[in-house]
């Protein structure tokens, strides 16, 4: 069965060191997101992706955050300057757009020390 | 309480009783949708419900919707220590769009004892 791959699975950075969050959604699927969940808290959207634009963020979307689709099958989302509270784990889900459900990928925990 | 709020927040069951766990949200949905993440891993999608439909099936799983009161239950029957996980609800509010953000509750700790 189709899944959504994320890599790396655990990300160590200093702060305000960049960091790059690489995850290839499903095949044929057409929306694309970005969620992390702070440890004990709940999953919070950051961003949503189609058509090669971004079609919605959230105020924890700053200026500091950017998400590409460099290539047919990759997604990425970047941090330009790491901050201590940007530790969570990073999912990145995908849609085909014909339902609502979304299939996300195993996460990638970022740690800043 | 935040869209999406999960009751209980923990739940401690002996195998083979049934889970029951309820989600209250505040605004307008299109449809709510309930997600297991088991400790440190993913979440994986269990069930989508719409806001014209009442009840829904799949497997063990139940879930209600109820749209007038603003919450949904989804009931785990005859649980397996493979169960133990957080479940957590997640509402798509713009309706008829495609591409919708979820907004995810709190969720409910499970632990299923053998």
């Known amino acids: 069965e189709p899944e959504v791959t994320q890599t790396p699975s655990h990300q160590v950075t200093q702060m305000g060191q960049e960091v790059i969050l690489r995850c290839v959604p499903i095949s044929n699927h057409l929306y694309f997101y970005w969620y992390r969940q702070i440890l004990g808290q709940k999953v919070e959207f950051l961003v949503s992706f189609y058509n090669n634009e971004i079609s919605e963020k959230s105020e924890i979307f700053d200026d500091q955050f950017s998400v590409e689709r460099p290539d047919g099958s990759n997604f990425t989302l970047k941090i330009r300057s790491t901050k201590l509270e940007d530790s969570a784990m990073y999912f990145c889900?995908?849609?085909?757009?014909?339902?609502?459900?979304?299939?996300f990928g195993p996460g990638t925990r970022l740690t800043v020390l | 309480s935040q869209q999406g709020e999960e009751d209980p927040q923990a739940l401690s069951i002996q195998e083979g009783e049934n889970a029951t766990m309820n989600c209250s949200y505040k605004t307008s949905i299109n449809n709510l949708q309930w997600y297991r993440q088991n400790s440190g891993r993913g979440l994986v999608h269990l069930i989508l419900?719409?806001?014209?439909?009442r009840e829904k099936h799949s497997g063990r799983l139940r879930v209600t919707l109820d749209t007038s009161k603003k919450s949904s239950s989804l009931l785990i029957t005859a649980s397996r220590a493979a169960d133990t996980a957080s479940y957590f609800c997640a509402t798509a509010s713009l309706p008829g769009a495609a591409g919708n953000k979820l907004t995810f509750g709190g969720g409910t700790r499970v632990l299923v004892k053998p």
């Open positions: 889900a995908s849609s085909d757009g014909r339902t609502d459900t979304q299939y």
């Open positions: 419900i719409r806001s014209n439909e």
